[in-house]
């Protein structure tokens, strides 16, 4: 990001960040549960 003029993030563009973000760290997640400890699965419902 470049200029001195900061842009407002709004709470809307907040929130679709973090959204974003938890989604990414989910699928990382899933990601490494497949390649080996499917243990947790089994807790599952």
Known sequence: ????????????????LLQEEEERRLKEEVTVLKKGELTLFSYLP
């Open 1 to 16: 990001m470049s200029g001195s003029k900061k842009k407002k993030v709004t709470k809307a563009e907040r929130l679709k």
